[in-house]
């Protein structure tokens, strides 16, 4: 045998030299949860070890992960079933909790890559991404008022904007306005390849957010598909987002490699809900082994070419290493 790969496997050394791919802090998003309200540290039980924070709570929360390396951030709201309309007119009210806490943070925080999320769902009585008619997600509609969320979103200081809807052509209508407005620097991270996915749930839970009715399949894509995550990423592409983001990340890292092959846009990966909530619960039966199994996660989801990943599991991976 000349060719014998074991040698290079033969010491932690060696193994170091020919390691392919490295995982960094910097490379990571931590998603957060924020909350109306003060003190609050509200645990979510389908996902140990991730809260509902008010912001003064929150901002305590982010300097903590500040000093384990951790740059960037996205916020999601959650919001009470009485501030929700089919509108989701408090998306863009300049005094909600939301937009009043995402200034507090670029305020405190300069320096952090402060992400906000664009979707009605977590403010329209119909817990859908965008506006309902008679049982139908209306399309073009719903552009107005992601547009003027996102607006008033960059408005509160934000560095990336992230669509999470899955309207067409919300990117460009988005980059227009912001354009338009001045907010030429605001970053749009497109979630470009958004699958209907069991794998949200306990995001659901986190925020209260389910659909009232029916599923998200006429907006997300259908699991099968590959083909339509190129059409997708094309559009992103020409309407002028700045990130594509494949969501979820595990069982779609062919999607991943699929859209790094054909863009040359940095590609994100969503390692959703579901998917962190999985290996707590086994590790939590000492079914698995939570370090390991985080840490193969996370390699893999790099290995497949995504060059920033929005991971639950941030903080957790930055004390490891840390
Ligand atoms: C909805 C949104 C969802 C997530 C982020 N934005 C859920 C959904 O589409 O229902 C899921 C994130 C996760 O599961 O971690 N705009």
Redesign the pocket.
Same mark, same amino acid.
């Given at each position: 045998m000349l060719r014998r790969p074991r040698r290079n496997r033969k010491s932690e050394a060696v193994r170091n030299l020919v390691e392919e791919t490295s995982l960094s802090v910097k490379d990571l998003i931590f998603?957060m949860f924020l909350v109306d309200g003060a003190k609050k540290k509200i645990a979510i039980d389908s996902m140990p070890g991730i809260y509902r924070f008010s912001i003064d709570n929150m901002l305590g929360e982010i300097e903590t992960c500040m000093k384990l390396g951790i740059q960037a951030f996205d916020v999601?709201p959650a919001y009470s079933d009485s501030l929700k309309d089919p509108v989701a007119s408090e998306s863009y009210n300049p005094e909600t909790f939301y937009l009043k806490a995402l200034r507090e943070i670029k305020k405190e925080f300069p320096e952090v890559c402060l992400m906000s999320?664009v979707?009605m769902?977590p403010y329209s009585s119909d817990g859908h991404?965008g506006l309902v008619k008679n049982g139908k997600i209306l399309n073009d509609e719903t552009l107005e008022i992601l547009a003027r969320m996102s607006l008033a979103q960059a408005d509160a200081g934000v560095d990336i904007i992230g669509p @999470?809807?899955m309207m067409d052509g919300r990117v460009g209508y988005i980059r227009e306005l912001l354009d338009e407005s001045g907010f030429t620097d605001t970053s749009i991270m497109s979630y470009t390849a958004?699958y209907a996915s069991a794998?949200?749930g306990?995001?659901?839970d986190a925020l209260d @957010?389910a659909p009232k009715f029916g599923d998200?399949k006429t907006y997300?894509m259908n699991p099968s598909n590959s083909q339509e995550a190129l059409i997708e990423g094309d559009l992103d592409t020409e309407e002028g987002a700045d990130f594509l983001m494949v969501k979820p990340a595990l069982s779609y890292l062919d999607i991943i490699k699929l859209l790094d092959d054909n863009f040359p846009l940095p590609i994100a990966a969503?390692n959703? @809900?579901?998917e962190y909530s999985m290996v707590k619960a086994s590790a939590e039966r000492g079914w698995i082994d939570n370090d390991r199994a985080m840490l193969e996660i996370l390699v893999s989801i790099k290995r497949a070419g995504a060059k920033v990943i929005l991971t639950y599991f941030a903080k957790e991976y930055a004390s490891l290493v840390k």
């Open positions: 998603p999601f999320d979707a769902d991404d @999470s809807d958004k794998f949200y306990p995001f659901r @957010s998200k997300q969503y959703v @809900s579901g």
